[in-house]
């Protein structure tokens, strides 16, 4: 069966279930891969060093003007967070945003 992009993510908004062993799974996969990998980088930096701020921005596809987390921190999908205005995450946070 063929899958629209985005259709694990409709059914995740839905309250699920989701299959891991269906096609449509592999979009969820691929995303918690590419958000691991940005937050393993964000992680790896030191403390004082902002430059983990680009592995955030390229993570929640958003500039970080207004928005500070502190690492080391787990998200498992990124483009599933949204932001408000002036927010601040303190260290050792897990977001687990499948459901969005």
Request: hydrophobic fraction near 35%; glycine fraction near 8%.
């Amino acid at each position: 069966m063929k899958y629209e992009k985005g259709y694990v993510y409709y059914l995740m908004d839905q309250g699920g279930p989701t299959d891991v062993r269906e096609e449509y799974f592999k979009e969820a996969s691929d995303e918690m891969i590419r958000a691991r990998t940005l937050c393993a980088k964000a992680n790896a930096v030191l403390p004082n060093d902002t430059s983990y701020i680009k592995y955030l921005e390229e993570l929640f596809e958003r500039d970080f003007k207004d928005v500070r987390i502190l690492t080391p921190f787990i998200c498992d999908f990124g483009n599933r967070v949204k932001f408000g205005k002036n927010v601040f995450i303190n260290h050792s946070a897990i977001l687990s945003a499948s459901g969005g």
